[in-house]
Each structure stands twice: as C-alpha cells, then as structure tokens.
C-alpha cells in the first residue's frame, strides 16, 4: 500500500497501524531529509517524490511489488503520478487536499487500465455504521489509540506563547505536534 502522508502524523499513525496487520506501507514524502528521519523510525521504504528518479522508482516498486492501493493525502497532481506508476486494475484514494488544488486525471488509465480515484471522507463512512458497528469501531480506536494511533507530542505552550509555539511547529511539521495549553 502506498501512503502520500509520509512524514505527518496521519504517516507515523498508517506504518504503525500497517505493522500491526501485517500490511507493508510505502511512504512517500516531499524531502529528502524526511526519507532519512522516517528510516529512523524503522519504515522500510521510504520515496522522496522530490527526486528525479521518482517516477521510475515508484514504477519499479508498483510493478515489483503488484502494489494496486494507493492512499494520497496531497490531491493535484499526485492521484494522476501515482496511477501513472501503478499496474491495471490500481486504485487512489484520496483522503485530503494538501495541494489545494483540484485532481487533474489522464482518463486513458481509467478506461484502457481500469484504474479508480475516489475519495474517502471519515465522518461520512462513520455515519453510515449502525449502533453496534460504531460501537465496535471505537472500542477497538480506544485501544490503538495507546499504539499505531499515538501521536507524538513534542511540546506545550501556553496560550501566551502561540506565536513562538505556531514558529516551533512551521519549524519542523513533521516532527511530532505542538500543543497549546490555557492553564499552564
């Protein structure tokens, strides 16, 4: 499975979850720097869609690998590189819009391949659950939220001190969240 989120939390939280069910994820982040911090962490691979031999990567290990399940959080142009690299039969999910920007698509991979984009929204699929499915659903996020769905905290702030806490953060996005705190 490939995952767009690499270095974010939302990164971190799918490689652990992806561990616990044995489901290898194939992050790809924007730096290089990133390929480096997120091997630290134990994540096998790890593409920087930055280099200029991305595309061909993603190919090569698409194919090898009979990668079909993408999962992008960017929107714009990455739904369209990754069906690019992806065998027939693959599908996007798109699940944010960090690019802003609309999904710009070759329809020859959609007719002649028979690949798929669509989008994934969390609180529609969570209402379309009855009673006992939700219940289920969060009895079970209760538990993965003390492992895969843990999120790093690397500071606290009090309120009075936002502007240096919004700094610390833009300084390093993907280094764990900082948080701001009234009462500290």
């Known amino acids: ?21 044995g ?8 730096q290089a720097e990133q390929v480096t911090q997120l091997k ?14 991305f595309a ?3 190919s090569d290990l698409c194919h090898g690998q ?8 960017i929107a714009g142009e990455t739904p369209q590189r990754l069906l690019a690299a992806m065998p027939d039969h693959s599908r996007v999910t798109v699940y944010g ?3 802003q920007k609309d999904v710009a698509l070759n329809p020859g991979g959609l007719i002649f391949q028979d690949k798929s984009v669509d989008g994934f929204w969390l609180t529609r699929w ?3 659950k009855n009673f006992l499915q939700s219940l289920l659903m969060w009895r079970r996020a209760q538990t993965l939220l003390l492992s895969a769905l ?9 309120l009075a001190q936002a502007p240096q806490a919004v700094a610390e953060y833009e300084a390093a996005m993907s280094g764990g969240k900082v948080l701001l705190v009234m009462g500290e």
Do not use: C, W
């Open 1 to 21: 499975m490939l995952n767009t989120a690499g270095a974010s939390a939302l990164g971190l939280m799918l490689h652990r979850l992806g561990q616990q069910e």
């Open 23 to 30: 489901i290898e994820v194939i992050n790809i982040v924007r």
């Open 40 to 53: 630290q962490q134990g994540m096998r691979t790890v593409l920087n869609s930055s280099s200029a031999t």
């Open 56 to 58: 061909e990567e993603l």
């Open 66 to 73: 009979k990668i079909r399940l993408a999962f992008d959080a």
């Open 97 to 99: 819009n960090l690019a």
């Open 126 to 128: 969570v209402g379309q």
């Open 150 to 158: 843990k999120t790093e905290v690397r500071a606290r702030y009090p």
